[in-house]
């Protein structure tokens, strides 16, 4: 079926750098698009091929292995069946579980094909939850109201009221699901559908013995607060689990509600593991002659002292690093910490400092001289611009060698004009 899938990012309707979280969102919509279920009759056939490629996309491109695969190889690597290697379609009970949170588990909704399964969890609800530096530094505890589907209270997820018993579906002939021949390309190829009568149960009741609270979908909405607590330390890709707060599914252990952390860039701290590095900027008089103050706020909102030097004529040079030993990040389930890496800026004095000629020349006897010579023929004075810019450093040389030799050119009747 490769030729006729086309693109599996185009399917999905996604870019190649799309996440993770981009995709499952992007399958999510295209699947609910093309399920056979909500198209006009004469548009399912389409539909549910369609279905089955976003499947398709969905199975290798959510997997890093296969997605890996897939962008080094195509669609080759899978011998058209979206496992490495292996032949035959899809497992239908993973579409079945994964687009409607139904499938096996002794539900017995497919007979002939129940005995074989083993129970399984409804799908796991996975989210992305951007969270600052300074609550990963702290610690937090999010409270947040969820809305999911529970098993109906009245019938406990029977669907149908208590003494009634379901019809089985003649659509499908309570099977659940319906083989179909679709065309890919110049092929047919047989495929296996949910059935739309019946949801893909096998059964329904009828519209007077459906549970009255229900009203025979098994499960009702219900909103719950949820509290899930982020530990001190945690990091960027981390997960945290709500075990068991998924959506319900009927004869399912219900599946879990994941967050993954996302770290947000913090103005003044940069993280790497636990160590923390930030600038901090102090003046030309105190990197001269020292400091005693509050050279930053930490993610707890202290103020870091640092008195410097301990011993007079310690300079701090631009770029140099002091290293506060345990006031990085806390280490999750432990009282340790990484460091805190402080990198020194100097300012400099700008154009307001307008020292007269006799403190410029104390402050020269004052400081180290300089023992610079450099060995040269012949020297020469020349002009220049005290706010060069680096940017336009290469900028006059567009063309390669030619526009130098035109400098050169021009550059040599100019010395001769002021000689
Ligand atoms: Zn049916
Ligand atoms: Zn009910």
Not at 209 to 214: I, T
Not at 358 to 376: W, Y
Request: hydrophobic letters at 30%; charged letters at 30%; aromatic letters at 6%.
């Amino acid at each position: 079926m490769s030729e006729a899938v086309g693109d599996l990012y185009e399917v999905l309707q996604v870019s190649r750098s799309a996440s993770k979280d981009e995709i499952r969102k992007a399958y999510r919509k295209a699947a609910l698009a093309s399920h056979p279920d909500k198209v006009p009759e004469d548009e399912r056939e389409t539909a549910e091929i369609r279905f089955k490629a976003v499947q398709q996309a969905y199975d290798i491109l959510y997997d890093d292995d296969k997605r890996h695969l897939y962008d080094t190889h195509g669609m080759s690597a899978f011998n058209g069946s979206g496992e490495p290697g292996m032949g035959g379609g899809p497992d239908l009970d993973d579409i079945l579980a994964q687009m409607f949170g139904m499938g096996g588990g002794g539900m017995g909704g497919m007979p002939g094909m129940g005995g074989q399964r083993r129970p399984r969890a409804s799908p796991n609800e996975e989210q992305k939850y951007e969270i600052k530096l300074e609550d990963l530094y702290k610690g937090k505890t999010v409270k947040f109201a969820s809305t999911k589907n529970v098993i109906c209270s009245l019938c406990k997820g029977k669907g149908g009221k208590e003494k009634a018993t379901a019809k089985t579906c003649s659509t499908c002939d309570g099977q659940g699901f319906k083989e179909v021949l679709t065309r890919m390309g110049q092929f047919l190829t047989q495929s296996t559908v949910v059935c739309s009568t019946c949801n893909g149960d096998g059964q329904f009741f009828a519209a007077k013995d459906k549970c009255k609270k229900c009203k025979g979908k098994k499960t009702n909405e219900e909103k719950k607060m949820l509290e899930m607590y982020i530990p001190r330390g945690a990091k960027d890709g981390d997960r945290i689990v709500l075990q068991g707060e998924a959506d319900q599914v009927p004869g399912q252990e219900p599946g879990d509600i994941i967050f993954h952390l996302a770290e947000e860039e913090h103005d003044v701290f940069q993280r790497s593991g636990a160590d923390l590095m930030a600038t901090i900027e102090i003046t030309l008089a105190e990197s001269l002659t020292g400091f005693n103050r509050v050279v930053i706020k930490h993610l707890d909102g202290r103020g870091i002292t640092i008195q410097h030097p301990k011993v007079p004529g310690q300079v701090l040079s631009p770029g140099q690093v002091l290293k506060v030993p345990g006031e990085g990040m806390p280490i999750k389930r432990s009282d340790a910490r990484g460091d805190l890496y402080l990198v020194v800026d100097i300012k400099f004095p700008d154009e307001q400092w307008k020292p007269s000629t006799a403190v410029l020349e104390r402050l020269k006897e004052m400081l180290p001289q300089s023992d610079v010579r450099i060995q040269a023929d012949t020297a020469e004075d020349v002009q220049y611009d005290a706010k060069g810019k680096l940017e336009d450093f290469g900028s006059k040389d567009p063309s390669g060698g030619s526009a130098w030799e035109d400098d050169e050119e021009e550059g040599g009747q100019a010395q001769c004009a002021t000689q």
